[in-house]
Nanobody, 125 residues
């Protein structure tokens, strides 16, 4: 079992920044790939970024590339999503998720096993 807890959401003006955190706990959480997804009202859950605990390999959705940065702090068991140059279309509930490392990289929400409760990000124009 892996438990995930997000924090750091809030209201920000367009062009601003936020940093989301995802605290992971449970047995062998390092055996998992971590991902960030988001879901806007009336839309499907959308892949944002992913990172491996081992090696820190990252991958981003085109829509956030160059603006968002995913990182991890192994000692703190925490994954971060630094979001810069935010746009109103980034408004969504942001979720942290975990997928077994050996299953490979995936951008599909259905391939992730564990999920956090989500944190709201609202970007005003």
């Amino acid at each position: 079992q892996v438990q995930l807890t997000e924090s750091g959401g809030g209201l920000v003006q367009a062009g601003g920044s936020l940093r989301l955190s995802c605290a992971a706990s449970g047995r062998t959480f390092s055996d998992y790939r971590m991902g960030w997804f988001r879901q806007a009202p009336g839309k499907d859950r959308e892949f944002v970024a992913t990172i491996t605990w081992i090696g820190g390999s990252t991958y981003y959705a085109d829509s956030v590339k160059g603006r968002f940065t995913i990182s991890r702090d192994i000692a703190k068991h925490t994954v971060y999503l630094q979001m810069n140059s935010l746009k109103p279309e980034d408004t969504a509930v942001y979720y942290c998720a975990a997928r077994p490392y050996l299953s490979g990289r995936s951008v599909r929400a259905q391939d992730y096993t564990y999920w956090g409760q989500g944190t709201q990000v609202t970007v005003s124009s």
